[in-house]
């Protein structure tokens, strides 16, 4: 069973308005992080947000906040008034406690912001 | 300069060929990770190691082997590259100190390996 799953491989939205990425996770361990990732066109990994399995509230840098509903094993990203430099692929991805320390991850979203 | 820096950044090679990826990293990171990317399946996990002598396989490692040269140092070879082997990879670093768990991986700026 995919451990990490992202169900829109692609979406749009409009310039300024806020857009919800989905990711939905599996495991039984009961200490785990969760972790958005931005890929641009030009290829690199930037980091955007963590949520612990223990944070009683929802992560939140700047326009981008974790919707995490534990109980449904989500984790959305919001961002919020989105800007052009959004357009790029979005990478969930969940580090257990049990599993040592690598980054499992989702097959990703692309997002593309229309002006 | 960056912190997690691949060599080479794009390479074509021919199928059979032995190939090697390198990275090294001025993080300080004990543990060091090859993923490779393909379209719509996202980063999978090929080697890690969480110090110099320790190597393990990750989800797909059929074709893949490492050296950890030293702590800054980890590369990736293909001994016969193959067309499916086409693909993006990154080499990843992160701490396993202190408040690992949630501690983001840093990433070098991959290595587009095209295998004819």
């Known amino acids: 069973a995919q451990k990490i799953t992202q169900t829109q491989p692609g979406m749009f939205v409009q310039e300024k308005e806020a857009v919800t990425l989905d990711c939905t996770y599996d495991?039984?361990?009961?200490?785990?992080?969760l972790f958005w990732y931005k890929q641009p066109s030009s290829g690199e990994m930037i980091f955007l947000i963590y949520?612990?399995?223990?944070?009683?509230q929802n992560a939140t840098e700047g326009r981008y906040s974790l919707n995490f509903q534990k109980a449904r094993k989500s984790a959305n990203l919001v961002i919020s008034a989105s800007q052009l430099g959004d357009s790029a692929m979005y990478f969930c991805a969940m580090r257990e406690n049990n599993a040592g320390n690598m980054l499992t991850f989702g097959g990703g979203t692309r997002l593309m912001v229309k002006p | 300069d960056a912190d997690v820096t691949q060599t080479p950044r794009n390479r074509i090679t021919k199928t059979g060929k032995r190939i090697m990826l390198e990275c090294s990293q001025t993080?300080?990171?004990?543990?060091m990770y090859w993923y490779r990317q393909d379209p719509g399946l996202g980063l999978r996990l090929i080697y890690y190691s969480f110090d110099v002598k320790d190597i393990n396989k990750g989800e797909i490692s059929d074709g893949y082997s490492v050296s950890r040269q030293a702590q800054a140092k980890f590369s990736l070879s293909l001994e016969s590259a193959i067309p499916n082997q086409t693909a993006l990879y990154f080499c990843?670093?992160?701490?396993?100190?202190?408040?690992?768990?949630?501690?983001?991986?840093?990433f070098g700026q991959g290595t587009r390996l095209t295998v004819v």
């Open positions: 993080k300080g990171h004990d543990r």
């Open positions: 949520q612990g399995s223990y944070d009683q």
């Open positions: 990843a670093t992160s701490t396993g100190t202190g408040g690992w768990m949630n501690t983001e991986a840093f």
């Open positions: 495991t039984s361990d009961p200490s785990y992080g």
